[in-house]
């Protein structure tokens, strides 16, 4: 998988990743989750994490899967390397996961004012399911809607 700038590596990490995708979180989000929260992650079995590399770790996707349903925990790619396809190849990697392992429905929660992750999850098929108010807490103090999406695997 190959961006326009530079080679992409999709790798599947567990556990003793915990560090290097609370450092990624940390840098993506204003209420990021620490190293004990994705330790807690992995501690329920069927929890999986791509990270995607580029010389350096650039991006990841915590997911779980539970029967035939499954969730992504989060997905994030840092700043500067966002709009180069590496959350699109991340989603096209775990989607193949899940179908592989037969999964029938996938659900996300996406922050309702990000228009660029909502059009990506929109273009592999996803629609809007419902809305979870006040969900996301921002640096300011103040909450933003989640809008929950899902996508059917036929």
């Known amino acids: 998988m190959s ?7 999709l790798r599947l990490v567990g556990k003793e990743s915990a560090q290097t995708l609370s450092a990624i979180h940390e840098k993506c989000f204003p209420h990021y ?15 999986y994490a791509l990270i995607a590399e580029a010389g350096e770790v650039v991006g ?8 035939e349903q499954a969730d992504i925990i989060t997905i994030a790619v840092l700043p500067q390397f966002r709009r180069k396809g590496i959350a699109r190849s ?6 193949e996961d899940m ?13 309702e004012g990000n228009q660029p992750a909502i059009s ?14 006040q969900y996301y807490r921002q640096s300011d103090g103040t909450c ?8 059917k695997f036929s």
């Open 33 to 47: 989750w620490d190293n004990e929260a994705f330790n807690d992650f992995f501690s329920v079995e069927h929890t």
């Open 90 to 95: 991340l989603m096209a990697k775990t989607l």
């Open 60 to 67: 990841m996707v915590v997911y779980r899967l539970n029967f």
């Open 99 to 111: 179908k592989w392992r037969g999964v029938e429905k996938l659900f996300l929660d996406v922050e």
């Open 3 to 9: 961006s326009k700038k530079s080679e992409i590596t």
């Open 144 to 151: 933003t809607d989640a809008l929950v999406m899902s996508k």
């Open 120 to 133: 990506l999850y929109e273009s592999l098929g996803f629609s809007h399911d419902r809305r979870r108010r």
